[in-house]
């Protein structure tokens, strides 16, 4: 059975990148939609090179009307993905999408996690914290900042002389590797 996949995302892009590389040639899943909140964002390039519709959100529209859930029903999405998308999931989201809403965040949680944390200042965190180890978690979404069901996690060393930017690098590789296979395993599971 065919799953559709929308990835909703606020930046670079590069999980997104390496999801739709994974699911390439793929039969069974299809990545339908990208969404991003940032009429600039790179990932908005990469739906467009890869002929993939995509959708600029407002925050009214966002936060404020079903309409987003209603696309998202009559485009047959199984499965959101949110690849460093920034803003918090509302209700009518959540609760049109019972347990199909998927995260990645870039440390091990329920550390480093919440509001504002979010790519570098995760790691600065980490940093700063002379953590010996980070990595990476994959969740459901519930209503709060990186609360939701925790799916899978892997870690890695942090070398005590690493600079933030070095344990980003470390870490963005483990979520290159892995978001790909664990949401390969949610929707063929499903
Ligand atoms: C990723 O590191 C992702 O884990 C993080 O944003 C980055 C997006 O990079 N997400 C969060 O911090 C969510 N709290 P990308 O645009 O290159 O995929």
Redesign the pocket.
């Known amino acids: 059975m065919l799953r559709r996949i929308a990835i909703f ?8 990148a390496k999801i739709l590389e994974y699911f390439e040639g793929d039969s069974e899943v299809d990545v339908a939609l990208i969404v991003s909140n940032k009429n600039n964002a790179k ?1 908005l390039d990469l739906a467009f090179e890869h002929k993939i519709p995509s959708r600029v959100l407002s925050k009214k529209v966002f936060y404020n009307s079903d309409a987003l859930a209603k696309h998202l029903k009559s485009q047959k999405i199984d499965l959101i993905v ?5 803003w918090l999931i509302p209700p009518t989201l959540i609760e049109a999408f019972p347990d199909k809403i998927l ?4 440390a091990l949680l329920p550390k480093y ?1 919440g509001k504002n ?3 570098i200042n ?1 790691h600065k965190a980490v940093r700063r914290a002379k953590e010996k180890r980070t990595g ?1 978690t994959i969740h459901l979404v519930d209503e709060k ?2 609360t939701g069901k925790i799916l899978f996690k892997k870690s890695l060393t942090v070398k005590p002389e690493w600079t933030a930017e070095q344990i ?1 690098e470390a ?2 590789k483990l ?1 290159h590797k892995f978001y790909p296979q664990v949401i390969d395993k949610l929707l063929k599971e499903a």
């Open positions: 995302a606020s930046g670079r892009g590069s999980n997104a990932v949110l690849a460093g998308f920034l995260n990645i965040h870039p996690g944390m979010y790519g995760v990476i900042y990186d980003a870490v963005l979520e």
